[in-house]
């Protein structure tokens, strides 16, 4: 399964440029098949730190380190298990599906 991650907003503090709040993406695609999730995750910072890196300065590299940070590999892999049980559940139900529509005759 292919995964490509995204951010798409993030919150900072005014006066510091401490970022607080970061909202990602991540998009699958199996088989032909796509699905993604969409999550939050909260940050903390010290903008006095000697590592904060300046709101001006941040890379998406940079933020998305955080995010899986934060997240860590336990709850990235239930997500993609999740995401990925999910879009194998579709696959299975187009090769198998539960009703048919159609006319005998029309073939």
Request: aromatic share 6%; charged share 30%; hydrophobic share 35%.
């Amino acid at each position: 399964m292919k995964t490509i991650w995204k951010i798409t907003d993030v919150k900072r503090k005014p006066q510091t440029g401490l970022v607080i709040e970061v909202v990602y993406i991540m998009n699958f695609s199996l088989e032909g098949k796509e699905d993604r999730h969409v999550g939050i995750v909260t940050l903390e910072g010290d903008p006095v730190s000697p590592s904060f890196v300046p709101f001006e300065k941040l890379t998406e590299e940079i933020v998305l380190e955080w995010v899986k940070e934060k997240l860590g590999d336990i709850e990235i892999n239930r997500i993609i298990t999740e995401v990925q049980t999910r879009i194998e559940d579709r696959i299975q139900k187009e090769q198998n599906p539960d009703v048919l529509n159609g006319l005998p005759w029309s073939k």
